[in-house]
């Protein structure tokens, strides 16, 4: 069993930048995908950024990339999503997921455990 952990999210301005981390126990994060994905108010769940267990390829949602950085660290079994030039639409509840195997992918299916979230709030 995973547990993961999301923590950093918080209330920030048009254009600030923000990090938000994801912690796991019970297992080792190393030889998994990790994703990242957000859900706002009354939207389904979306696809936001993704990572290989080795950190080598990494894919991002059309309307962050250029601004979000999504990163790991094995050894600390974190995934981490720096998040910069937020804007309102940003504002969201993030999730992180282990993903089945170490392939990154955007597919909520490809992902096996998933954290509580962390509210993302952006104000205009």
């Known amino acids: 069993q995973v547990h993961l952990v999301e923590s950093g999210g918080g209330l920030v301005q048009t254009g600030d930048s923000l990090r938000i981390s994801c912690a796991a126990s019970?297992?080792?994060?190393?030889?998994?995908?990790m994703g990242w994905f957000r859900q706002a108010p009354g939207k389904e769940r979306e696809f936001v950024a993704t990572?290989?267990?080795?950190?080598?390829?990494?894919e991002y949602a059309d309307s962050v990339k250029g601004r979000f950085t999504i990163s790991r660290d094995n050894a600390k079994n974190t995934v981490y999503l720096q998040m910069n030039s937020l804007e309102p639409r940003d504002t969201a509840v993030y999730y992180c997921?282990?993903?089945?195997?170490?392939?990154?992918?955007?597919?909520?299916?490809?992902?096996?455990?998933w954290g509580q979230g962390t509210q993302v709030t952006v104000s205009s």
């Open positions: 990572i290989s267990w080795t950190g080598a390829t990494t």
């Open positions: 019970g297992r080792t994060l190393s030889g998994y995908a």
């Open positions: 997921a282990r993903g089945k195997e170490g392939f990154a992918a955007q597919d909520t299916e490809a992902y096996r455990y």
